[in-house]
């Protein structure tokens, strides 16, 4: 069979992620996060998955970290840490022996990075499917009680601070995987797991409108998470404290 040039490619990207994961797990455990002046050497190898500065890379499942706020970012890191998210072996060996403040320090620098998002792309989605992914996001499903994508992560979807994250700017490819793993139980969060409970009351056909709609979004020119969550979210969620 001929080569396929793009496996070659996620190969190669795969070795080269995995290389510089290793180095910064060694480095990471070698010193104490004393000093933050130094702090994006530190972070450097995260770009190599997740791009320059944590805005992302083309590849579809390397979400960006950039501009997050910094209460999820430092959630994610202690799901990996602590077992709760195993999709991506790579990350639970590179944080697995981190302090507390190092992941909190990690997160605090990615979450500080705000930079422009690129235009979002043209994908392959009928309008119906595309209306159906708005309905959801904007209106949820009431008679189902699936509540809004709004009603949680703000109404500009930029997130809401500290710990709700933003859902623009995320590729198609990577909602859909996110969905897969709360479905699967490889992603997890501190009970009661919010999204995995939503995760299980959706169709995997609204699961795909949704990530359609989601992904074709232009991003504001102020992406900044809000600042204040509802006073009563319509699901209890254990990360996000109210």
């Not at 010193?31 to 320059?52: E, F, L, N």
């Not at 795909?208 to 699901?235: G, H, I, Q």
């Amino acid at each position: 069979m001929p080569s396929n040039p793009l496996s070659h490619y996620r190969l190669f990207q795969f070795g080269a992620c995995l290389a510089l994961l290793v180095l910064f797990a060694m480095t990471a455990r070698a010193q104490a996060p004393t000093r933050s002046d130094d702090i994006a050497k530190r972070v450097a190898p995260c770009m190599t998955c997740h791009g320059k500065e944590g805005r992302a890379t083309n590849d579809g499942y390397y979400p960006r970290i950039a501009g997050k706020p910094a209460g999820y970012l430092y959630n994610q890191l202690i799901n990996f840490r602590d077992g709760r998210r195993q999709q991506y072996p790579l990350m639970v060996y590179m944080v697995q022996n981190l302090s507390d403040d190092y992941l909190k320090e990690m997160a605090t620098f990615f979450a500080d990075q705000h930079l422009p998002y690129p235009p979002p792309p043209t994908i392959d989605a009928t309008p119906a499917i595309l209306d159906r992914g708005r309905q959801l996001v904007m209106n949820g499903d009431p008679a189902r009680k699936v509540p809004a994508c709004i009603a949680c992560h703000g109404e500009a979807l930029t997130g809401v601070a500290p710990a709700m994250p933003g859902l623009l700017g995320l590729p198609r490819d990577y909602i859909n995987s996110q969905f897969g793993a709360w479905r699967e139980g490889t992603r997890r969060a501190l009970a009661p797991d919010c999204m995995a409970e939503i995760t299980r009351q959706l169709r995997p056909d609204e699961i795909s409108a949704v990530s359609a709609w989601l992904s074709t979004r232009a991003v504001p020119a102020d992406a900044a998470p809000a600042r204040s969550l509802p006073a009563k979210l319509p699901v209890a969620c254990g990360s996000v404290p109210q």
